[in-house]
T-cell receptor, first 112, second 114 residues
Framework: DQQVKQNSPSLSVQEGRISILNCDYTNSMFDYFLWYKKYPAEGPTFLISISSIKDKNEDGRFTVFLNKSAKHLSLHIVPSQPGDSAVYFC???????????FGTGTSLTVIP | EPEVTQTPSHQVTQMGQEVILRCVPISNHLYFYWYRQILGQKVEFLVSFYNNEISEKSEIFDDQFSVERPDGSNFTLKIRSTKLEDSAMYFC????????????FGPGTRLTVT
């Protein structure tokens, strides 16, 4: 049962442009959403979060948008940098962080 | 900066053998987790652990799996009788248990069952 979906397995963006990574979910009880970044041979690294009481959260070059009615969230990276090239996972939780459901990931390549 | 550590980085074992994967969570964290990622697939939740007991577990976490916090620092995942399909990257994570509940992941242990 795929409760969190990332329908784009890969994305290529020119350096300096905006990267938009999308995530859809099915469980309306999800109340916290996290984005993680993962480099090969490393564990996921926490990037940014948003709770269901907000529709936007910004941290430097990273902004996450949440559309609860559409059960959709997106991560915007602007400007994109080559070091942002990694796999990005969204994750969602319905029970105060006890269990997070991960999407399948989107591999972002930022072209210099 | 504090980090989650895992040992070993790579474990090769024969089918039917027991393996123990070890993790040292961040010292002031209260919640501990195990995830796995089969090659090319998504990160899958296995179990969460708080106050010396399992708080949530997934369908994957069957009787072959167990977790333990044997002392004040280590957090272990034991697979009693490994199967070929247990081959995966196993990640340990920890969190404070406060919003936004971000989890800090270790570098992972690659388990290869032959």
């Amino acid at each position: 049962d795929q409760q969190v979906k990332q329908n784009s397995p890969s994305l290529s963006v020119q350096e300096g442009r905006i990267s938009i990574l999308n995530c859809d979910y099915t469980n309306s009880m999800f109340d916290y959403f996290l984005w993680y970044k993962k480099y090969p041979a490393e564990g996921p690294t926490f990037l940014i979060s948003i709770s269901s009481i907000k529709d936007k959260n910004e941290d430097g070059r990273f902004t996450v948008f949440l559309n609860k009615s559409a059960k959709h969230l997106s991560l915007h990276i602007v400007p994109s940098q080559p070091g942002d090239s990694a796999v990005y996972f969204c994750a969602a939780s319905a029970n105060t962080g006890n269990q997070f459901y991960f999407g399948t990931g989107t591999s972002l390549t930022v072209i210099p | 900066e504090p980090e989650v550590t895992q040992t070993p980085s790579h474990q090769v074992t024969q089918m039917g053998q027991e393996v123990i994967l070890r993790c040292v969570p961040i010292s002031n964290h209260l919640y501990f987790y195990w995830y796995r990622q089969i090659l090319g697939q998504k990160v899958e939740f296995l179990v969460s652990f708080y106050n010396n007991e399992i708080s949530e577990k997934s369908e994957i976490f069957d009787d072959q799996f167990s977790v333990e916090r044997p002392d004040g620092s280590n957090f272990t995942l034991k697979i009693r009788s490994t199967k070929l399909e247990d081959s995966a990257m196993y990640f340990c994570a920890s969190s404070t248990g406060t919003p936004p509940y971000e989890q800090y992941f270790g570098p992972g242990t690659r388990l290869t069952v032959t």
